[in-house]
């Protein structure tokens, strides 16, 4: 069992920044492809982001793509998304997840660990 915890949630303004943070107590994000996902009440959990085991390799969903940047801290165990010009639209509870797939997986079904999730509210 993984145990995720994702934090830095917050509400902010049209065209603010904003860093979210995951951490998996006890066991290395690099044993597993990492993620964030973002769901609105009533609709499907959406992928946002994701970066391969090393780091080496990132993808990200187009409505996010240049804004969004999903990275690593090995020494500090943490993965990341630096969220940049938030828009309305990314209102959203983002969490984060991890795989044991190498494929760079965009489907919430490939990934075995959740966590909780951190509210992003962006006010126009």
């Known amino acids: 069992q993984v145990y995720l915890v994702d934090s830095g949630g917050g509400s902010v303004q049209s065209g603010d920044p904003l860093r979210l943070s995951c951490v998996a107590p006890g066991r290395p994000v690099t044993n597993y492809g990492m993620a964030w996902f973002r769901q609105v009440e009533g609709k499907e959990r959406e992928f946002v982001a994701v970066i391969s085991k090393n780091g080496d390799r990132t993808k990200y969903a187009e409505s996010v793509n240049g804004r969004f940047t999903i990275s690593r801290d090995i020494a500090a165990n943490t993965l990341s998304l630096q969220m940049n010009d938030l828009k309305p639209e990314d209102t959203a509870l983002y969490l984060c997840?991890?795989?044991?797939?190498?494929?760079?997986?965009?489907?919430?079904?490939?990934?075995?660990?959740w966590g909780r999730g951190t509210q992003v509210t962006v006010s126009s």
């Open positions: 997840a991890a795989t044991v797939r190498l494929d760079l997986p965009t489907v919430r079904y490939d990934y075995s660990y």
